[in-house]
């Protein structure tokens, strides 16, 4: 595959997360898909990457995990079975 359908299949799921964390913050559903390009290879890829973002994923962009390192700073016992030194 070319490099710009890889892109554009990145941009798909780029701009679905995108768009699951604006939805969330305003508290509606996820708009369908945009038009990204009026080349149709381009924007079926789009549409595959769209499509491709998981559940986990979009938690994820919503929720994002919290840092180790504050974790690691804030758990003495964490610390100490991973024997770091602080």
Do not use: Y
Not at 15 to 41: F, I, M, N, W, Y
């Amino acid at each position: 595959m070319g490099r710009n359908w890889d892109w554009s299949f990145n941009q798909g799921k780029q701009r679905r997360l995108e768009a699951e964390v604006l939805a969330d913050k305003a508290g509606t559903q996820c708009s369908p898909p945009p038009l990204h390009s009026h080349d149709a290879t381009m924007q079926h890829r789009f549409i595959e990457g769209w499509n491709s973002v998981s559940a986990v994923d979009i938690q994820r962009a919503i929720n994002p995990p919290p840092n180790i390192g504050q974790a690691l700073r804030d758990n003495k016992r964490l610390r100490d079975l991973l024997r770091i030194n602080t």
